[in-house]
């Protein structure tokens, strides 16, 4: 009976093992401001331009969810939100906050990136290499996709499913098969961007949080060149910075040209629209 228990208590202990290391891996705090401050400094006049987000307006944000994909779509905003056990697709009412459609993911998937094809949302995981195919109207899963290694970020450019992997690489794939159709390395000023993360493709440009910094690239999705920065520090003040996490989720709305922003844990949703850093 006693080795029973301890075997037991020894499998208990390497699941809850895993999980906390895994989400470690993804819940790290935000960069600390200065690193932040450094990484947005000035830049010589040749170099990559830096935008900042106006914020127009905020909208109240669930602060348990662990985002991971944001996605606007024929008036609904669609969410895809994370972590083991308490991950989600979700329809959320943009003015209120509230969810108006959630369904659960299993507790072994860990849920990432979101983009719409047709009348379907795609889902990535984690590192589980399942994609989730969900029927918009009725959040029920039509098929699934395989694939090779993490999955991260995932917006529709019209052709192809743009996916990053936490590394600087952008996979273009094809919506039907998920098969790969190519692959393009994101540099800025030539050098390497990593840990790209959540998406969103915006006529011919694709938008990629970096994580665990505040800033959001626009990258030529055809040479992976970065465009543009856009240093999105200081959105959260101290009083609703609360256990906010990073800065993730990007979705553009069409009907006005604005951008919807938010994070992981964060108390808020901006609307915004890019301007010159002053
Ligand atoms: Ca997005």
């Known amino acids: 009976m006693t080795k029973w228990w301890a075997i037991l208590a020894l499998a208990a202990a390497a699941v809850g093992g895993g999980a906390l290391f895994c989400d470690a891996q993804k819940a790290t705090p935000a960069t600390p401001r200065a690193a932040t401050a450094a990484a947005a400094s000035p830049s010589p006049a040749t170099a990559t331009p830096t935008l900042r987000p106006e914020v127009l307006a905020r909208y109240p944000h669930d602060t348990e969810a662990f985002t991971q994909g944001l996605l606007w779509r024929n008036g609904h905003l669609f969410e895809s ?3 083991y056990g308490e991950s989600s697709l979700r329809e959320v009412d943009l003015r209120t906050g509230t969810v108006v459609r959630r369904h659960d993911l299993p507790a072994d998937l860990f849920g990432e990136g979101l983009a719409a094809v047709r009348d379907h949302l795609v889902q990535l995981t984690w590192k589980h290499g399942t994609a989730l195919v969900w029927r918009t109207a009725d959040f029920s899963v039509a098929r699934q996709f395989a694939y090779e290694g993490e999955g991260w970020g995932l917006c529709f450019d019209g052709e192809h499913l743009v996916m990053s992997d936490g ?48 800033e959001i690239v626009r990258i030529d999705p055809r040479t992976g060149r970065v465009e543009a920065t856009i240093d999105a520090g200081g959105l959260l003040d101290a009083a609703s910075r609360g256990h906010a996490d990073v800065l993730n989720g990007i979705a553009f709305v069409p009907e006005t040209g604005h951008f919807l922003i938010t994070g992981k844990l964060w108390p808020w949703v901006f609307e915004v629209r890019w301007v010159p850093r002053r």
């Open 81 to 83: 939100t994370g972590l």
């Open 167 to 214: 590394s600087d690489r952008l996979v273009f794939r094809d919506p039907d098969s998920f098969a790969v159709a190519r692959t393009v390395h994101v540099t800025r000023d030539g050098a390497p961007v990593r840990a790209l993360n959540e998406l969103e493709c915006v006529d011919g440009a694709v938008y990629a949080n970096v994580w665990q910094t505040d």
